[in-house]
């Protein structure tokens, strides 16, 4: 008799867990509470999650089957999936709720089957951890449910009264209610595990998308948001997203608008929502979900509903993109969408505002520097030239005349990257103001392969270390000396050497200027501005020895050899 009991009874149990499983099945897949069942919770989450166990812990007394004054119930599903899932405070409650339910139902197994239903969201909630580890799955779910059933029964035993009723209860409601329960809390977290690997695998590909927008926007953005930049861009966002329309607005106007309703959506309209003016002003997203929002006075406008959210830089909004949606609502993760790209994008942009930034500083850097070296070499070529005054007024009118045409060239052509074939002619024109004095003393030798003569460096490299070579190396001597200017391309760095055969300087004159500790103006400007366009990818090196000369080398990585800058 006992066995047919049993039988009749966890038949019954199955079939009502299987509703309680159906239900959370069906809930678990609907878009609005899904995420609730896999990602971390707020307050009001919580509230839910306890009200939802609550209910169904509720609704598992009712499915049970009224037996010997008493109830075979599955109402222990509930209370410790709310503590499995939402942790002690959530299953404590639930179970507590669900348990006085029951009290207040009667007989002579209330007291205890209130203290046990609490006890199994407890229970639940001790296991909480290792659920968000994932590390919970069918077979410590069943467990788990089996340990929370049979200390119900044990809790049964001790708080009911009269005992010998109790033990007769629990020998026929044990088996069918551990199994049903136990099999109950096993689906119940398959489901759960299924929901969590549908979100993990939504919002990977929801980071690919936004990834793959971000990978391909950075080019458009280097000028920074303009309505043609915007326009490329929502492109891409609408057909990674797939939703109706998609626009990005600055804080006044359109800027590009794509989809539904762009015969009349316009670039360049005035932005007129109440919803765009509070995204920008609360710098949060908004959502839109009836066309009276949406404020387009277009007859035929389909647009219902829209998620705006703001491209945030340093917490102050640069403009808004918008998703819209015709007759179908915003979803969850059209929202996480939207802002995953809009962070994106603003950080986007602040990258491309931050490289203009640095590359306008670079460049005045440059400037600068270049202005050094200007009055720098017309002071030395001044006075090279009222050396021949006294002696060549013809020459010294030539040489005038020349020098003019140097700097009417350098201040026409406003660059500060130059070929190395124009740099050359400007040494040339240089060294025959210079021979104008020296006469027979200076001789120089250029060996420069014509195919290197295209190659891009910046202006004012050779010129002041060809005057350097003159003023220690050629002055010094009585009879004069020579000065080489070469360039190769050794591996991947183009080699420029300027050499002279006067007397040297030591090493420690040369770890002097090395180490910048020098008034050398020309050295130190040189090495500054080699180190503002190519930073320790270029390199400046001086060789000498007592009575065999000096050579000034100067190595530019080859990737940069052909990228000509011109200033703002």
């Not at 359109?254 to 995204?279: C, M, N, P, Q, W």
């Not at 030239?385 to 009417?408: D, H, M, N, V, Y």
Request: proline share 2%; hydrophobic share 45%.
């Amino acid at each position: 008799m006992y066995n047919s009991r049993i039988f009749e009874l966890l038949f019954t149990l199955f079939k009502s867990m299987s509703v309680i499983v159906t239900f959370a099945y069906i809930l678990s897949r609907l878009s609005s509470v899904k995420h609730i069942f896999a990602d971390n919770f707020n307050r009001y989450e919580k509230i839910f999650l306890t009200i939802f166990f609550a209910i169904l812990s509720i609704l598992g007394t009712f499915l049970g089957i009224f037996i010997m004054d008493a109830y075979a119930n599955i109402r222990a599903i509930g209370a410790l999936m709310g503590g499995i899932l939402g942790g002690p405070l959530v299953g404590l409650t639930a179970g507590l709720i669900a348990g006085l339910h029951r009290f207040s139902l009667g007989g002579f197994t209330a007291l205890a089957c209130a203290i046990g239903t609490t006890s199994s969201g407890l229970i639940g909630g001790l296991f909480y951890k290792k659920y968000r580890n994932n590390e919970m799955d069918f077979k410590n779910g069943f467990l788990i449910g089996v340990f929370a059933l049979t200390v119900e029964m044990i809790i049964v035993v001790l708080f009911s009264r009269p005992l010998a009723q109790a033990v007769e209860l629990v020998k026929i409601i044990a088996i069918p209610m551990i199994l049903s329960n136990s099999l109950g809390i096993a689906i119940f977290i398959s489901i759960l595990n299924k929901v969590k690997e549908d979100n993990q695998k939504i919002r990977a590909l929801q980071a690919e998308k936004v990834l793959s927008i971000a990978d391909r926007s950075l080019p458009l953005l280097q000028d920074g948001l303009d309505q043609e930049a915007a326009a490329e861009i929502i492109k891409m966002i609408k057909k990674e997203s797939q939703v109706d329309s998609v626009s990005i607005t600055n804080k006044e106007t359109v800027l590009a608008f794509t989809g539904t309703g762009e015969d009349h959506h316009l670039a360049g309209e005035e932005i007129k929502t109440e919803a765009s003016r509070r995204a920008i002003e609360e710098k949060k997203s908004i959502l839109i979900d009836n066309k009276k929002e949406i404020n387009c006075n277009h007859q035929g406008c389909q647009l219902t509903d829209a998620v705006i959210t703001p491209l945030k830089i340093e917490n102050s909004v640069y403009g808004l993109l918008k998703l819209y949606r015709c007759n179908q609502k915003i979803t969850v993760l059209d929202i996480k969408l939207a802002e995953g790209i809009s962070n994106l994008l603003a950080t986007q942009i602040k990258l491309a505002k931050l490289s203009k930034q640095a590359e306008l500083k670079s460049e005045a850097e440059l400037k600068a520097l270049q202005a050094q070296v200007n009055p720098h070499f017309l002071f030395n070529s001044l006075n090279a030239i009222a050396a021949s005054c006294r002696t060549q007024p013809g020459q010294a009118r030539e040489l005038l005349i020349k020098l003019a045409g140097i700097f009417r060239r350098t201040l026409k052509r406003n660059v500060y990257q130059i070929t190395l074939g124009e740099e050359i002619e400007f040494c040339q024109d240089y060294l025959s103001i210079e021979k104008a004095r020296l006469d027979k003393r200076l001789q120089v030798k250029w060996k420069i392969p014509t195919e290197l003569k295209d190659t891009i460096i910046p202006p004012f490299i050779i010129q002041p270390l060809v005057e350097n070579s003159i003023k220690h190396g050629i002055y010094p001597q009585e009879k004069g000396g020579q000065i080489i200017v070469s360039a190769q391309k050794t591996g991947d760095q183009l080699q420029i050497s300027i050499e002279d055969n006067g007397p040297g300087i030591t090493e420690a004159k040369i770890a002097e200027i090395e180490n910048g500790n020098n008034d050398r103006i020309g050295i130190n400007n040189i090495k500054e501005r080699l180190h503002s366009v190519y930073g320790s990818n270029a390199d400046f090196k001086i060789k000498s020895a007592a009575g065999k000369g000096t050579q000034n080398i100067i190595s530019i990585p080859s990737e940069f050899l052909f990228e000509r800058r011109k200033a703002n």
